[in-house]
């Protein structure tokens, strides 16, 4: 069971989809993130690029973030997102958009800026380092925008050293298979 852990909404029991098709992050993997940045989160902006159920983004939004767009290109994934807005009373600060992530960050550049975009692909998809790199020319984020990586690997960048030269390792973690990389665009490519 997937819930809201603190803020407006805690306690929110949320729907997932059945299946295989998406993995939720586990609580305790999205604690952790939340405890990570907790303190930050009030008044930002969230992008959530593989949403899924939407959790993360509205694990932020009842911690005060002021908007977060959730993106998922499965009808049923932003069905789900819609009506666990609604049932957590945020959908006012939401946008869901059933879309494809690299459509999306085409579509959006440069008309807002995400302080925290979290990343979370299906694993092994090769869809992580797609989205980093698409990420960083996409114009979306904010001064000192941290970007919340998780993968099953901890070679979130795939040995790709230009890649990797995009962005500083703020930290990272690992839970369980899980690893989390907290990232944040280097100075001198911003």
């Known amino acids: 069971m997937m819930r809201i852990i603190t803020g407006t909404a805690r306690g929110t029991k949320l729907a997932t989809l059945e299946g295989e098709a998406t993995r939720p992050t586990t609580e305790r993997v999205k604690e952790a993130i939340f405890s990570m940045i907790q303190f930050d ?33 499965s009808p049923e994934a932003a069905a789900i997102i819609k009506q666990n807005a609604q049932k957590t009373h945020l959908w006012d600060r939401c946008r869901v958009l059933n879309m494809d992530w690299a459509e999306y960050l085409r579509s959006a550049r440069g008309q807002y800026k995400f302080d925290f975009v979290f990343v979370d692909p299906p694993y092994g998809s090769g869809l992580l380092h797609d989205a980093l790199d698409k990420l960083a020319d996409s114009d979306l ?46 100075k001198e490519e911003a």
């Open 41 to 73: 989160v009030p008044d930002s902006w969230f992008l959530d690029l593989f949403a899924g159920s939407g959790q993360m983004g509205l694990e932020a939004l009842s911690r005060g973030a002021e908007k977060a767009h959730l993106i998922d290109k």
């Open 141 to 186: 984020l904010a001064d000192n925008a941290w970007i919340i990586a998780e993968d099953e690997k901890e070679d979130i960048f795939d040995g790709d050293e230009a890649l990797a030269a995009k962005y500083e390792i703020v930290k990272s973690s690992r839970y369980s298979r899980v690893h989390i990389v907290v990232l944040t665009r280097r």
